[in-house]
């Protein structure tokens, strides 16, 4: 699933063809009417017909579109790609819905598992209360990171994935977080020093802004743009390094489960 340097760097991309445009009309594609998490389409274009998009910003891991009145969000799951056209490869079999824009352009929502989602909502107070605050911001300090763990018996990956407790984080970067951090990703969260809660805290901000500045990390299928892949998977420590050598001390990167998802650490750097 795209994280938050993906769904950062997709946003960047399709933000140019989408602001201040207006909306025509909104459609399913290949009859997924499923996309429409939140209204039927026939609702949802009462809602949204002829709203103007006056900013296009992200929030965790979704995609949102500030209208004159309401918001309109992509979740992109796993294979979601928002584009300005069908491209040449494209089999148009893959796209869930189209977005018309007065400007006589469109755009199409591309996602050939068909688990990404468009939601409507007057107010984002529903999606507010449900995710933690951004990594990157100030509101996510070391001293929430602190306060936030210091009662939790979860094991400190589990914590970390949950999105009311921080947005956006997901397996890739948690894993490159802890690693950095020298941190056990199942040691129960209660139990890491402040010392090393500061540098998780540190190595999370640092990890999400070198990969954002590498357009993410293109692992299977994410692309943007016109099928422009991330750049971050050359800059990797662990995450799908299974048994190749620990950049720091030469132990082999092993992968193991925790809370059902495949985990890479290295067992000399990162004791339990």
Not at 115 to 142: M, N, Q, T, V
Request: with cysteine; net charge positive; aromatic share 10%.
């Amino acid at each position: 699933m795209p994280e938050l340097p993906e769904v950062h760097t997709a946003t960047n991309s399709i933000r140019p063809f989408l602001i201040n445009q207006r909306i025509r009309s909104i459609h399913p594609l290949n009859n997924y009417n499923r996309v429409f998490a939140t209204h039927s389409v026939s609702r949802l274009n009462d809602l949204i017909v002829n709203q103007k998009i006056n900013r296009v910003w992200r929030r965790g891991k979704f995609i949102v579109l500030n209208l004159d009145s309401g918001h309109l969000l992509f979740h992109l799951r796993m294979t979601g790609r928002i584009q300005p056209k069908i491209f040449e490869n494209d089999n148009t079999k893959h796209f869930t819905a189209k977005i018309c824009l007065t400007n006589n352009t469109n755009i199409y929502f591309k996602d050939y598992r068909k688990f990404g989602r468009l939601y409507f909502y007057r107010s984002l107070a529903l999606i507010e209360s449900r995710l933690g605050p951004e990594p990157l911001s100030d509101a996510f300090s070391k001293q929430y990171l602190i306060g936030q763990t210091k009662s939790k018996k979860r094991m400190i990956k589990p914590f970390l994935l949950d999105q009311s407790f921080i947005a956006g984080l997901g397996n890739i970067y948690v894993d490159e977080s802890l690693w950095l951090s020298k941190i056990h990703p199942k040691k129960p969260a209660f139990k890491i020093s402040s010392q090393k809660l500061t540098a998780l805290h540190s190595a999370i901000q640092f990890i999400l802004k070198q990969a954002i500045e590498h357009n993410g990390t293109t692992i299977i299928n994410f692309t943007y743009g016109e099928n422009s892949t991330g750049a971050f998977g050359d800059k990797l420590n662990v995450f799908r390094r299974t048994g190749e050598p620990c950049r720091r001390c030469e132990t082999n990167i092993k992968k193991i489960y925790v809370g059902q998802r495949g985990t890479h650490f290295c067992p000399r750097c990162q004791r339990k």
